[in-house]
């Protein structure tokens, strides 16, 4: 048991280092981030024309705004190595993207001139309701928020994909068949050949992030120089810098071959699809300033003002935060708790109008919250990982593994559960006074749902389906003697199938944390059967070794019950990823 505890603690104190992070968060007023999306022109890549061909199809996440350059989306390269982050700012450079997302923003037309008219229109779709409520309550009203656009400009990301070994799912299974044939060369046996099960693209790919350096000297230069003078704009270095770098394995466009749905270009522009997503999760994860915050609304009940604009979805999680007052005058942020989206997320995808509705929340843990307490979005994987002691006559360690589904079913906090376990102890049979040792082990599958019974502590009904084997070993002599030229002990066993049903209670130790007692009922008695030396007995296997064994009166010839209560009782440490 020391050994578990130990676990626990490492888990525990793990657990902390993670959530050092969630400490520091920065609070700077939300703009929407914009991204102007670039692929690598690579003509020695056998489906080049494919990806080139629909890569200006990607879907951007709608949290993102779409900055993407009309007729400019490829960056040229002669090289058929491997580029970095420094040679492919030389390609930017070259082709001047990052002037050209500048020169959108400030709508330039044909002619040279610039005009506020793209500015404004963004300006509007990011404000919120509460930006709305203050222009209105100010002098220049609504066109307040037009200017405030402009502020979205230093929130310009170009983001640039590099797609390597991109090849069709035919290719991908040749090439399995080709290592398998010569495999079974080597071994002089007979190739097995791939079952062919997709078709579609897969392959690999890196996106690098760079960061438009626009700031308020670059802005004054602009309106003073060259906001009559298109000639200046063009003399004009616009800088950028890069940021991060996402790498982005195993990406997938296909559908299963025997029941094909889309076409060839839809399955590439699926591929590129998970691409920008992957991508764009990687980013926020590494940059803070890309995810959403705003604050809370309402508290009865508990609502924030964002919704499928911010990409908002089902049991997605956002740390909330108090802005608490320093010595310095600075506001520090003080972490107060953690809430999920509910299923019923809004769509809000127009621009605000003061009276846009909110959607709801749940609190899954911490202190009580208040309105105008500030939220960020926090992505988490959805699973967690249990590890604990059960006792069930029989005891010992599991470990359990949940999945979160909600985004499948809608349904919040549905989880799938696969649970395995080791088990050891003594037994009796029928009404022998003997006991034996015994051993089990067994999987566990099925379905949890939990409910937030208070702040930080839950409860979560679980049905499930559970396989267990159960050996017990009867060392005497007198018993080995009933068999003849019995060179080793007797082992008799069962293996059962069965129900099993109960419920967990899950009580927070820190957002991620979670110590979890709980109580269930296994059905465990639908088959048993006997075995020797590991190998299951016949029906005929004479009922007096079981008899004598175990003192078992009525036997079916099919086995022994070995007295194992149906209720189980178990404890863990839940760590949530």
């Given amino acids: 048991m020391k050994h578990y505890i130990y676990i626990y603690f490492f888990l525990f104190e793990f657990g902390t280092v993670c959530s050092q992070e969630m400490l520091n968060p920065s609070f700077e007023k939300y703009y929407r981030p914009s991204v102007t999306y670039l692929m690598l022109d690579r003509p020695e890549e056998k489906y080049n024309s494919q990806m080139r061909s629909n890569f200006q199809k990607t879907e951007i996440n709608p949290k993102f705004d779409n900055h993407n350059l009309e007729n400019e989306f490829l960056l040229k390269t002669n090289s058929s190595v491997g580029l970095n982050s420094s ?3 030389n390609l930017i450079l070259s082709q001047d993207i990052s002037k050209k997302v500048i020169s959108k923003w400030y709508n330039q037309q044909k002619d040279g001139k610039f005009n506020m008219d793209f500015i404004a229109k963004r300006g509007l779709y990011n404000a919120s309701d509460n930006d709305v409520m203050r222009a209105k309550a100010g002098v220049r009203g609504v066109a307040a928020l037009e200017d405030a656009g402009e502020e979205l400009i230093k929130k310009s990301y170009i983001v640039v994909f590099d797609f390597q070994g991109i090849e069709t799912y035919e290719d991908y299974y040749d090439r399995l068949d080709a290592q398998n044939e010569r495999l079974a060369r080597l071994r002089k046996q007979k190739p097995v050949r791939v079952l062919r099960t997709q078709q579609g693209y897969r392959g690999n ?7 438009v350096q626009w700031n308020d000297s670059l802005q004054q230069t602009f309106y003073e120089n060259a906001w009559n003078n298109p000639t200046y704009f063009q003399k004009m270095t616009i800088p950028f810098k890069y940021s ?5 394995s195993n990406l997938d466009g296909s559908q299963a071959k025997f029941n094909p749905i889309y076409s060839d270009d839809k399955l590439v522009q699926m591929l590129h699809k998970e691409a920008s997503e992957r991508a764009l999760q990687q980013f926020a994860a590494q940059d803070r300033s890309l995810r959403v915050k705003t604050s809370i609304f309402e508290t009865r009940p508990l609502s924030a003002k964002i919704g499928k604009k911010e990409d908002v979805k089902i049991d997605q999680r956002f740390m909330v935060y108090e802005l608490v007052q320093g010595a310095d005058d600075k506001k520090i942020p ?3 708790g953690v809430i999920r989206a509910s299923k019923n997320v809004i769509d809000n995808r127009n621009d605000a109008t003061g009276t846009s509705i909110p959607t709801r929340f749940y609190q899954e843990g911490g202190k009580k919250l208040y309105p105008g307490m500030m939220i960020e979005q926090d992505q988490d994987a959805g699973i967690s990982f249990n590890a604990g002691w059960f006792y069930q006559r029989l005891q010992g360690p599991f470990v359990r593994l949940d999945i979160n589904l909600a985004s499948i079913f809608n349904v919040s906090q549905l989880k799938f559960y696969v ?3 080791l088990g050891f102890g003594t037994v009796k049979f029928g009404n022998s006074p003997t006991t034996y040792k ?4 067994g999987i566990e599958i099925g379905f949890s ?9 839950h409860i979560e009904p679980h049905l499930g389906i559970i396989f267990d084997t159960t050996h017990t070993f009867a060392p005497n002599n007198n018993e080995r003697e009933l068999i003849k030229n019995a060179k080793t002990k007797i082992t008799i066993g069962q293996s059962q199938l069965g129900f099993t049903f109960g419920l967990r209670l899950p009580i927070n130790l820190k957002y991620n944390i979670q110590i979890v007692p709980s109580i269930s009922i296994n059905t465990l008695n639908f088959n048993s059967e006997k075995t020797l030396f590991g190998k299951t007995l016949p029906k005929e296997f004479p009922n007096e070794i079981l008899n004598t064994v175990g003192n078992q009166q009525g036997a079916d010839n099919r086995g022994a019950n070995l007295g194992i209560s149906p209720f189980k009782y178990d404890i863990s440490i839940r760590f949530k990823f």
């Fill in 419 to 421: 649970q395995g376990y």
């Fill in 205 to 211: 790919a890196v996106a690098y992030c760079y960061k």
């Fill in 449 to 457: 749902k939990t409910y937030m019974l208070l702040r930080n502590i």
């Fill in 438 to 441: 015994a051993e089990s082990k």
């Fill in 244 to 248: 991060k770098m996402a790498y982005l």
């Fill in 334 to 336: 003080t972490f107060k």
């Fill in 87 to 89: 040679s492919i700012s």
